[in-house]
């Protein structure tokens, strides 16, 4: 056998657990399965979308054809209204993809925020994409402070419409996925002026290009911004509006109402969070799933490297040493947590949405908090994630061909967008102490995945060193702590908006992120005692593995508190290694259960037969255009001047 096959082959012998069961875990039900698996049967065997090693050499409107292309054959083979059908696929390609923003933000804002009759008009026509929209919220001055948002939507009482414009550079929407070529609408967020008064920022769904020609409307101004850290294929655009008329029936209307010339509110006006949610939702689910591809690249690879020789006369694979499985196993061992997290939110955002449709508000305020804060955390992980797999697989993870660079700068973005991270944690922490107010008077109202604060005592009492123990119990000293800084802070005479800006605003984040961090403790928890007994273990020990990781990046709550001494900490750290010796042997298995196939990872080191040295070669002198293309005529003109200098 090829050699560096046989490593991997001795490593796929070693994995002791049935591989089979933690595939059924990671996609939840064999028909999600099935579909993710024609997926990338169809993106391999359908040669104007396959993943092409040359890809990055190629222009960036060439991607965006090639991803378009990709769209459209997508959809001509699955159902796209099924969120958990096409999530996982997105994974799978170069690029990200043309139309997940308008599937997956406005159709839920139209949902949401519409009326059924408003939903009835232009759902459909989502469907078949005779229409795609932006949604267009963010203008160059302003993002997340949504309130200051500057396009103005003026009702005339004359007309019964509005009139849409953008009365400064300020306000020009800026940054909307999709909105650069491929919209033909937009869901413009603009301030609604009824009767001369601000009645504040509502959604507007506005045509804004010819249906038959594509070309911008008269009075619309919109365009691609221009390249960016990756993300070449999504067509983030601009959009200004120069007095643009529009209907009446523009405005989403299931919660405003201009009706007989009278502007009326119903239900709750946090409603604007339940249209985020999906998004955020898919942000949770999808990307983690790219970390897993960066893993099984990075483990792959660092199975069949070899770096130095034992003292047997072997050279070792790089995976053999304690600092390369410390760079993964813990990333490893967190992506399954993230993983169950993203089924777990996809249930919270179900149920709050069927409540939501019935008016029933009291479950959106925690689903918000919980979206926000796994948002934030899974989001910036993921980026994370992909910078150590490329550090851990060397030189080779520095290429493009390596698949791992992409999956950088393709989940970049999502640390910003859907809510810069920091502000959603700031919210966490805010709807946090919130909760920890309930505890007194109304401790009913405190929601499951927050009971922890409702056994504060017992939690500062108990001595007990387990894991999840001592992440409830960094969590709840933070929160305390940090309430009782605001109330101090205010007592010496500064308002809250003082002390929350200037005072607590690093705990604050801390907090949320330690929210974000016992929650997927909880979930982990949940899925193990729920899975088949024959991969309890392997999943207790990546539960442990993620919790140690968890309590020893941030251990100045416990030691600070005195909670653990230096024994302990000693202990905490030992008990890691340990768990690192074990989940080893298992680390092929455990990529290897996402069952990616060699084209959607897009990788040269990281393919399944383990002959990485073969590939980046081959990769190197037969994909590589710049190679195929023979020598620039810019190199013939140095040459040139260089020996004309000479002579
Ligand atoms: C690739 C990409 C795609 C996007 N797609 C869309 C889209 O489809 N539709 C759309 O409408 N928008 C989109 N956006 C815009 C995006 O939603 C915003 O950029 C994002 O919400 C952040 O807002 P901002 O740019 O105003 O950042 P700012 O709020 O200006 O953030 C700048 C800094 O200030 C800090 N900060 C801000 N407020 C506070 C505070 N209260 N307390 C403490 N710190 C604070 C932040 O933490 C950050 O460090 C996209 C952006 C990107 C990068």
Not at 171 to 199: H, T
Not at 302 to 320: M, W
Not at 388 to 394: D, H, K, M
Request: proline share 4%; with cysteine; hydrophobic share 40%.
């Amino acid at each position: 056998m090829h050699p560096t096959t046989q490593l991997l082959q001795e490593a796929r012998d070693r994995v002791t657990f049935p591989i089979q069961e933690l595939t059924k875990l990671i996609y939840g039900n064999e028909e999600i399965y099935q579909t993710f698996m024609k997926a990338q049967k169809i993106i391999e065997n359908e040669p104007t979308i396959k993943n092409h090693p040359d890809y990055h050499n190629w222009g960036r409107k060439e991607q965006i054809i090639k991803s378009y292309e990709k769209i459209r054959i997508m959809h001509q083979h699955f159902n796209l209204s099924n969120a958990a059908h096409w999530a996982p696929m997105l994974s799978l390609f170069q690029g990200t993809t043309p139309s997940a923003v308008s599937f997956g933000m406005t159709v839920p804002a139209l949902r949401f925020l519409g009326t059924d009759e408003q939903f009835n008009l232009w759902g459909p026509k989502f469907l078949t994409m005779e229409i795609v929209a932006a949604y267009a919220q963010t203008e160059i001055g302003h993002g997340s402070d949504v309130q200051n948002l500057e396009t103005i939507a003026t009702y005339n009482s004359q007309t019964n419409d509005f009139v849409l414009h953008t009365p400064s550079v300020s306000a020009v929407k800026f940054w909307p996925g999709e909105l650069g070529f491929l919209s033909n609408y937009a869901l413009v967020y603009a301030k609604l002026i009824f009767n001369g008064k601000n009645k504040g920022v509502h959604p507007f769904m506005v045509q804004i290009r010819d249906n038959s020609t594509h070309k911008p409307l008269k009075g619309v101004a919109v365009g691609d911004i221009g390249p960016k850290l990756g993300y070449s294929t999504k067509d983030n655009g601009f959009l200004a509006f120069d007095n643009y008329r529009i209907p009446l029936n523009s405005l989403l209307a299931r919660y405003v109402r201009i009706e007989n010339g009278q502007f009326s509110r119903h239900g709750n006006e946090k409603i604007s969070y339940a249209s985020m949610m999906v998004s955020r939702q898919l942000i949770i689910f999808i990307y983690p799933r790219m970390a897993a591809q960066s893993l099984t690249v990075a483990i792959r690879y660092s199975i069949t490297r070899q770096q130095f020789t034992n003292d047997k006369g072997v050279e070792n694979s790089v995976l053999e040493y304690q600092t390369q499985q410390d760079k993964l196993l813990p990333r490893l061992a967190t992506c399954y947590g993230m993983i169950f997290v993203g089924f777990r939110i996809m249930e919270l955002v179900d149920d709050n949405f069927h409540r939501v449709q019935k008016k029933d508000f009291s479950t959106l305020q925690q689903s918000h908090a919980i979206l926000s804060a796994l948002k934030a955390w899974s989001s910036q992980w993921v980026v994370d994630t992909a910078e150590w797999c490329r550090l851990s697989c060397g030189g080779h993870g520095y290429a493009h061909y390596s698949g791992i660079p992409a999956i950088y700068f393709d989940t970049a973005p999502n640390v910003t967008l859907e809510g810069e991270n920091q502000v959603m944690y700031l919210q966490v922490a805010r709807y946090l102490l919130k909760v920890l107010q309930y505890v007194e008077k109304n401790p009913e109202k405190v929601p499951f995945y927050f009971n922890f604060v409702l056994h504060i005592k017992e939690t500062l009492a108990n001595q007990s060193t387990e894991y999840g123990q001592l992440l409830k119990l960094t969590l709840t000293i933070q929160l305390i702590s940090v309430a009782k800084k605001i109330k101090d802070s205010m007592s010496t005479g500064k308002n809250f908006q003082q002390v929350w800006n200037e005072v607590v605003g690093v705990q604050l984040l801390s907090v949320a992120q330690r929210y974000a961090e016992y929650f997927t403790y909880l979930v982990f928890q949940e899925q193990i005692q729920s899975a088949n007994s024959s991969v309890k273990e392997i999943l207790q020990q990546l539960c442990d593995l993620y919790s140690l990781q968890v309590i020893l990046d941030n251990p100045n709550t416990l030691i600070e508190s005195g909670r653990i001494n230096g024994e302990q900490f000693k202990q905490l750290n030992e008990a890691k290694i340990e768990l690192l010796n074990k989940i080893k042997p298992q680390a092929l298995g455990l990529v290897e259960a996402f069952n990616f196939s060699d084209n959607a990872l897009r990788t040269c080191i990281g393919c399944h037969d383990g002959k990485p040295y073969e590939y980046i070669y081959e990769w190197a002198t037969k994909e590589n255009s710049v190679n195929i293309k023979g020598v620039p005529q810019a190199v013939n003109d140095l040459m040139g001047t260089k020996i004309k200098a000479r002579l």
